[in-house]
């Protein structure tokens, strides 16, 4: 098999996917749609939680923030489903089993929600304390509430997929995409990408705080390469690229 054929098959699962493009866009709208009706009181919460009192400086943008909120939640709600559909275009061109659809739609939202849980908990509160501790008594914090439905549904997100590696990891080398013997010898370097990440996804400079994201992502790293050991096929089953081919 030559290098290439992973990739292309990898661009066919691609396109296998955007098959159910309208559905997802369909699905999160509906959700939505339905989710306006508690997301006000979900801001609400949010606030509560983190302490903070809200403000808004533009006509539109307190119901415009209810609404981003309504589609994060959306998001986290269907993600199952949407990881669902992707292992359906996966396992049209990779030729998977049914086992590795539970990994994918199990593991893969235990993963995220798991990430979305770690942010909230314990990274977001721990971050937003720190930057408002710069506030003094000449400097009150006003957060404007778009802001801060940005800045915590970015975050919230964020950590839910970075906390899909594993998953990745594991795809990737049945896809015959990553070598987990290969990837292990450039584990120092995957430590300075994560250090990177970590910069850049904690809200706040400190070290303890991007200890915190650090050390999950390299042990999410490490699980993934022994997941990848674990699944990856000692004979690649013939892809639909390569049997359309013969």
């Known amino acids: 098999m030559t290098e290439e054929a992973p990739l292309k098959d990898l661009v066919q699962a691609f396109l296998v996917l955007r098959r159910y ?90 993963l995220f929600y798991g990430g979305v849980a770690f942010c909230y908990l314990v990274s977001l509160p721990y971050g937003m304390r720190f930057l408002l501790s710069f506030g003094k008594k000449e400097l009150v914090p006003t957060i404007s509430v778009g802001h801060f439905v940005n800045f915590v549904g970015l975050f919230l997100l964020a950590f839910g997929l970075i906390f899909e590696v594993p998953l990745f990891m ?18 120092r370097h995957a430590i300075l990408i994560i250090a990177i990440l970590a910069a850049v996804l904690t809200p706040t400079p400190d070290v303890f705080n991007m200890s915190l994201m650090a050390v999950p992502l390299y042990l999410l790293f490490e699980v993934g390469l022994l997941g990848a050991r674990l699944l990856r096929p000692r004979k690649k089953p013939p892809s639909l690229a390569q049997t359309l081919t013969r």
Not at 24 to 50: K, M, N, Q, V, Y
Not at 58 to 79: C, D, N, R, T
Not at 99 to 108: E, F, H, I, Q, T
Not at 175 to 184: R, V
Request: aromatic residues 12%; contains cysteine.
């Open 21 to 110: 493009l309208f559905r997802i866009l369909l699905l999160l709208l509906a959700l939505t749609l339905a989710f306006l009706g508690i997301s006000s009181r979900l801001l609400l919460f949010l606030e509560r939680h983190f302490g903070q009192p809200l403000a808004f400086f533009g006509v539109a943008e307190a119901w415009l923030a209810v609404l981003k909120l309504a589609l994060i939640l959306a998001v986290m709600v269907a993600f199952p489903l949407l990881l669902y559909l992707l292992w359906r275009a996966l396992a049209a061109v990779y030729r998977l089993s049914w086992k590795s659809g539970l990994v994918v739609v199990l593991g893969g939202s235990l």
């Open 170 to 187: 594991m795809l990737a080398a049945q896809m015959g995409l990553l070598d987990p013997c290969k990837a292990a010898r450039f584990r």
